[in-house]
């Protein structure tokens, strides 16, 4: 069993690592992807993404039913989340309640740790840019910083990726911070 848990700002190079981490792994790999094109510019950041995978990969479009993708995957397979920031806009946008939003992390996590093979899942990480102006924005960085760590806690392994560098993040025994 192995969850590697990613999370970084905007563009720092989690994608691109996770894309390296699961060609490493040698097995076949499903790629999750939970964006959905609203506008031309999502419509060009989809389009990279897909040009940064290699062709051979499997890959699911989910927006939302993370955890089910997670439970239905070949035991054997590599599985990527790409990735968290998005879902939680998913869910947000589909009026889902905070507590129930944090459950569902928590089962992604539970699930991720809980296969056999790699699964590697990526986040941003906002809360530590500007203030949000707007209370759906505050509203949105917060409740990512919950499901972020609430979804690592299960983790084996975690990194922050930053300007293309990666630094492990310890876990922390025993401390509650979701």
């Known amino acids: 069993m192995s969850f590697t848990f990613l999370v ?13 981490l699961a060609e490493r792994s040698g097995r ?11 506008d031309a510019d999502m419509d060009e950041r989809v389009a990279r993404h897909r040009r940064e ?24 397979a590599t599985v990527v989340v ?11 946008l589909a009026q889902t309640k905070e507590e129930e939003i944090v459950g569902r ?3 992604v996590g539970r699930a991720a740790a ?3 093979a790699p699964t590697i899942v990526v986040s941003n990480e906002v ?24 979804c690592a806690r299960h983790a084996h392994d975690a990194y922050l990726v930053m300007a293309g560098r990666v630094l492990r993040l310890e876990p922390t025994e025993g401390l509650t911070v979701a």
């Open 105 to 107: 992390a928590n089962g």
């Open 53 to 76: 995978r290699p062709q051979h990969w499997t890959t699911v479009e989910e927006p939302v039913e993370l955890e089910s993708v997670l439970l239905d995957a070949s035991p054997d």
């Open 8 to 20: 970084g700002g905007a563009r720092c190079g989690k994608s691109r690592l996770a894309v390296e």
């Open 28 to 38: 076949p790999v499903l790629f999750v992807a939970t964006a959905v094109a609203t």
């Open 114 to 116: 809980a296969r056999a």
């Open 82 to 92: 790409d990735c968290l920031t998005l879902w939680l806009s998913n869910l947000m």
């Open 127 to 150: 809360g530590s840019g500007v203030h949000p102006p707007t209370e759906l924005g505050r509203v949105y960085r917060d409740l990512l910083g919950r499901v972020n760590a609430t």
